[in-house]
């Protein structure tokens, strides 16, 4: 009888502080949306970032697919952003609302710290903190899934709080249907939140069996409600059936299709590249324990491990959801380090890696916040002074915060940022009528999609995707929207035939002979597998770009000098970008343009079989080719004792052809 009385005394005492936690929690959950709201929207970038935003912005836009797994949430909800918000360019309406999906993110933070410690100056430091951080902020102001991500993360930590301060078997088992919904639904954006979902999953059903109030029947319901998260995937199977999007991606009409785009083995399943040989799991662990500090700062990082040391007194409330919280943390970081497979030695590949960072920040800002009420907590045991030591909680809070929004402010304002913008722009600004761009990569691929499709720009011009024509979707799905575009098979492969499919496949040379009433442009580069294109064409320089000219027609420098000087408006400092970004990748593509025509000529002086007078003229041209002498560069270097270098050994990285005094002769 004691017994029972003891629980029904705990219940009610968790009632009673329920009571008030929840309307603080949520006062200042709506605050903490509000002022980051405010912030974010202030900074949004006015057009397309780079990256994937491009293209999840154009799926939106055309109701297409989006790259595996196909992010069906994110793209039904940015679809309707982009038809509700009245204001700026498709691409700033997207930018806006995965704004306030960080905005969200964050108020769901704060609630989560707050019911679990009561402190509101640990709420707003777990939510300041993260969403101020730069990576947080960063991809919280651009067209991209992370924010939504984020956003699941705090619910779902939201929602696991919630559970584990209900009274009774009811709120539980209505807590935890709603959970079950928002795990399914969750999967529908970012895959890899699955890792803290299988955590999550197993607490629950353990504690529910705890208390003896699962059976057969209330699992077979939290299942049908998981499984009603998933239904945007119907979208999938629906919008590639339709087929009317002149912009998507693989064919999920049958079983198979839809299996390999939701599993990703266009990309790897479990990986973030098919292809890539990655840097070992210890460099990746250490690197994003390197990040974490400089992304929350030591303090943070101490204070989670606070919140942890504190688990150690048995008074302490809720400890079960701290060493959750830290096992998933755990866990994801072990799992991430072991599968992202690309060698974040280089730049650009480190900023790929670092975006999924994001997750676990969210979990340790959660358990900093946590970890200064614990501080504060035992510091007013010892010294018993609570008003003094609320002030300092206060007072250390906005501090963090405000040093975080100080430090990174500047960077993560993008209010002017057109460089993406501008790329696309001076691309097809520079195309003839009627062009066909074969593109390659997602710089180009991706901007110039949106710029296209989305803001209607060129619509002459025809994209076809290299990488997707090889694809066996690619071209009876997308062939009819290319009407200006004829294609001598079915699939590319530089191998011609019969596939046992019956597909008919053709490869590049056979479509530019097909193509000849139309110039062909490569941006940026040309596919490698397919040399056939060499029998009777050439790759003359285009800017960023190449054309593929038939070899008949005779390279004249004076004309080709006169037709590219001028091809692109670009006015942005060279190495003012981040190396990780990609604005940097653009403004190094825009630059190496100027000099590209230069090094085209003087490539063709060392190699071409042509009279001595003719070498001496193409070096002249070389030489004298105006972007080569407005960036005041040396051509022609002789290093003591080195022949002359090829140009050419130079065309990717222009940058290192300056003149050192102390070694040149």
């Known amino acids: 009888m004691g017994l029972h009385g003891d629980s029904r005394d705990l219940s009610r005492g968790r009632t009673a502080r329920a009571g008030p936690r929840r309307s603080g929690g949520l006062r200042g959950g709506a605050a903490v949306f509000a002022a980051v709201a405010a912030v974010f929207t202030l900074t949004l970038p006015p057009s397309v970032p780079g990256g994937d935003s491009g293209e999840l912005v154009t799926a939106a836009y055309e109701l297409g697919v989006a790259h595996p797994p196909g992010y069906p949430l994110f793209t039904l909800v940015a679809k309707l952003a982009i038809v509700l918000f009245p ?179 266009e990309y790897g399943t479990f990986s973030l590249a098919k292809s890539e040989t990655g840097s070992s799991m210890s460099e990746i662990l250490h690197s994003q324990v390197t990040n974490m500090r400089t992304e929350l700062s030591f303090n943070i990082q101490v204070l989670a491990v606070w919140a942890n040391i504190c688990l150690a007194r048995k008074d302490r409330p809720n400890p079960s959801l701290v060493w959750l919280f830290t096992g998933m943390f755990c866990i994801y970081s072990l799992f991430f380090a072991w599968r992202a497979n690309l060698d974040i030695s280089k730049p650009l590949f480190m900023g790929v890696v670092e975006r999924f960072w994001m997750q676990s920040n969210a979990v340790v800002a959660v358990l900093a916040g946590v970890g200064l009420s614990a501080l504060v907590s035992e510091s007013n045991r010892v010294l018993n002074n609570s008003i003094g030591l609320q002030c300092l909680e206060w007072l250390s809070a906005m501090i963090l915060v405000t040093y975080q929004i100080y430090s990174n402010y500047r960077i993560c304002d993008q209010r002017t940022n057109y460089v993406i913008d501008k790329f696309a722009k001076n691309l097809l600004a520079s195309m003839p009528q009627d062009a066909i761009i074969l593109l390659r990569g997602d710089l180009p691929g991706n901007s110039l999609r949106y710029m296209h499709y989305c803001e209607g720009l060129r619509p002459d011009i025809s994209l076809v995707d290299q990488e997707m024509m090889t694809y066996e979707w690619y071209l009876p799905k997308m062939a009819k929207h290319l009407p200006g575009v004829n294609f001598p098979g079915d699939r590319w492969n530089p191998v011609e035939g019969i596939l046992p499919s019956g597909m008919v496949t053709f490869n590049l040379y056979h479509f530019l002979e097909i193509n000849k009433q139309k110039e062909t442009f490569v941006c940026i580069g040309i596919h490698e597998g397919d040399p056939t294109w060499k029998k009777n064409y050439s790759l003359w320089p285009w800017g960023s770009c190449d054309k593929l000219v038939p070899s008949e027609i005779v390279f004249n420098p004076d004309e080709w000098i006169k037709l590219t000087r001028n091809i692109y408006n670009w006015t942005e400092e060279y190495g003012r970008f981040d190396p990780s970004s990609w604005e940097s990748v653009a403004n190094e593509e825009m630059w190496q343009a100027r000099m590209k025509t230069a090094f085209f000529i003087f490539n063709l002086a060392e190699t071409a079989n042509v009279p001595s007078n003719v070498k001496t003229q193409l070096y002249t041209h070389a030489y004298n080719h105006p972007p080569y002498q407005s960036i005041s560069l040396r051509i022609f270097v002789f290093f003591a004792d080195s022949p002359l270098p090829s140009m050419m050994s130079f065309s990717r990285d222009w940058s290192l052809l300056i003149t050192c005094p102390k070694n040149v002769r």
């Open 87 to 265: 204001i700026g360019s498709v691409a700033y309406r997207v930018n806006l609302l995965c704004g306030l999906f960080g905005a969200v993110a964050a108020s769901l933070l704060f609630f989560t710290v707050f019911r679990l410690s009561g402190s509101y100056a640990g709420g707003i430091l777990a939510a300041g903190v993260f969403s101020f951080s730069h990576l947080t902020w960063q991809w919280s102001t651009a067209a991209e899934v992370f924010s939504l991500n984020n956003l699941f993360v705090g619910l779902l930590m939201a929602l696991t709080v919630r559970f584990e301060e209900a009274a009774t078997a009811k709120e539980r088992s209505k807590i935890a249907k709603i959970g079950a919904f928002c795990c399914g639904l969750s999967l529908c954006n970012q895959h890899t939140i699955v890792l803290y979902v299988l955590c999550i999953i197993p607490w629950i059903l353990f504690r529910l069996l705890k208390q003896k109030e699962l059976s057969l029947g209330s699992l077979l319901k939290l299942s049908l409600y998981f499984s009603a998260g998933l239904l945007p995937y119907l979208y999938l199977p629906i919008s590639s059936y339709l087929n009317q999007a002149r912009w998507t991606w693989g064919d999920q009409t049958t079983l198979l299709g839809f299996l390999t785009h939701f599993l990703r083995e």
